[in-house]
């Protein structure tokens, strides 16, 4: 009877145990994975962060130039403006050859005419005879006048043979310099197209830079703003599965405020970011106690890096618990990749404490009391 009673609690206790166990397991493994996850997120976080930093400093890069681009755009509108100038003379130009052809067309018809009536009354005296003069009744005097009329006729026609020849020449002269300008003026024109082609495609490589860097910039902070939602979530599902933790086993928390009195989101003086463990110990050191606490660090001022910290600023690292003592965990399922660190407020005769902390309820203080400090992994303590 008394074997079958003994049998019967061995296996309530085996089952007890198994199931303590096998939910301890389950718990943690819980944890990593959500630490992990968050860890993972965060990595995430921090890389396009960084690419959108990085597209930040390209559109300031590019910002450059696109000024050396409008300072072209300037350049190239203005040798369009010279250029229809250009142009516009070059039509007057031509515009005012027409007129010069034209008038020396007149000019060359009108002296034609002229020389055409002297080739003919030179003709009509040269058929004449001295003979015949005399028949007609002319006396010595006429003749004289006559033959002095043709010379000047023959004179005026090679005075205005030689006008003829010149107005020839001075017309085809126009009219080389008209087909000239004309050419001048379809270059121009060519150029004209090239130049405003060339405007355009400034303007538009312009337009593209600003675009492109700024539409990649906007994408990545979409992307941070997604991922920092997603790291939020996560957290909140840590911190619940903390106060799980606390609410199954023999720690009892506790909130308040502590005295401490930064608002999330900025950093304290000593160099640490507010509304986390590390800013609330240290307050506590430097304000509460007067001991002299800062990150001699920066960017390493994680909680599992106090140790170092403390060697930095002459404070001793100990395995034993003391009163306003900081203690410093490494990184584990349950502290977070960064460590944690809280102050001990008390060291109880059965080898807990009590401790003082911020962020282990997210972004709050808690007091702890109980707490077994082995339970959450490697631990020192800096006095």
């Not at 337009?207 to 902070?221: A, G, I």
Request: include cysteine; hydrophobic fraction near 30%.
């Amino acid at each position: 009877m008394k074997e079958g009673i003994v049998k019967r609690a061995v296996k309530v206790l085996s089952v007890l145990l198994i199931t303590s166990f096998s939910f301890g397991q389950s718990q943690a493994a819980s944890l990593d994975d959500l630490l992990n996850k968050r860890n993972s997120l965060n990595q995430e976080v921090e890389k396009y962060e960084s690419a959108a930093e990085s597209k930040a400093a390209e559109a300031n890069s590019l910002s450059k130039q696109i000024g050396s681009l409008e300072s072209d755009i300037s350049s190239t509108q203005q040798k369009i403006e010279q250029t229809s100038t250009q142009i516009d003379e070059a039509s007057k130009t031509i515009e005012s050859l027409s007129g010069d052809i034209e008038l020396k067309q007149k000019e060359l018809e009108s002296l034609k005419a002229r020389l055409d009536d002297s080739i003919r009354e030179i003709y009509k005296a040269s058929n004449k005879s001295d003979y015949e003069l005399i028949l007609s009744g002319s006396n010595f005097s006429d003749i004289i006048n006559q033959s002095k009329y043709i010379q000047s006729v023959e004179n005026q026609v090679k005075s205005v043979y030689a006008q003829v020849k010149q107005a020839k020449k001075d017309m085809e002269q126009r009219k080389s310099d008209q087909e000239a300008k004309k050419a001048e003026l379809d270059q121009l024109n060519n150029q004209q197209i090239s130049y405003k082609k060339s405007a355009e495609n400034q303007v538009s490589q312009k337009e593209n830079l600003k675009s492109m860097t700024l539409q990649q910039q906007k994408e990545y902070e979409a992307l941070v703003k997604k991922l920092q939602k997603e790291v939020s979530q996560v957290s909140a599902a840590i911190y619940a599965e903390r106060q799980r933790r606390v609410s199954g086993g023999k720690e009892t928390l506790t909130g308040g405020s502590g005295g401490y009195p930064y608002s999330c989101g900025n950093v304290d003086p000593w160099r640490f970011y507010t509304c986390q463990c590390t800013s609330y110990a240290a307050w506590y050191w430097n304000v509460v106690l007067g001991k002299s606490w800062t990150n001699t660090r920066p960017g390493s001022g994680d909680a599992k890096n106090w140790p170092t910290l403390a060697r930095d600023q002459g404070y001793n690292v100990s395995s034993s618990p003391r009163v306003g003592a900081i203690i410093s965990w490494l990184g584990s399922s349950i502290t977070s990749s960064h460590g944690h660190v809280a102050i001990v407020e008390a060291v109880n005769s059965d080898g807990t404490i009590d401790i003082s902390e911020y962020n282990w309820v997210k972004e709050s203080y808690s007091y702890r009391h109980n707490v077994t400090p082995s339970d959450y992994g490697g631990h020192s303590y800096i006095y």
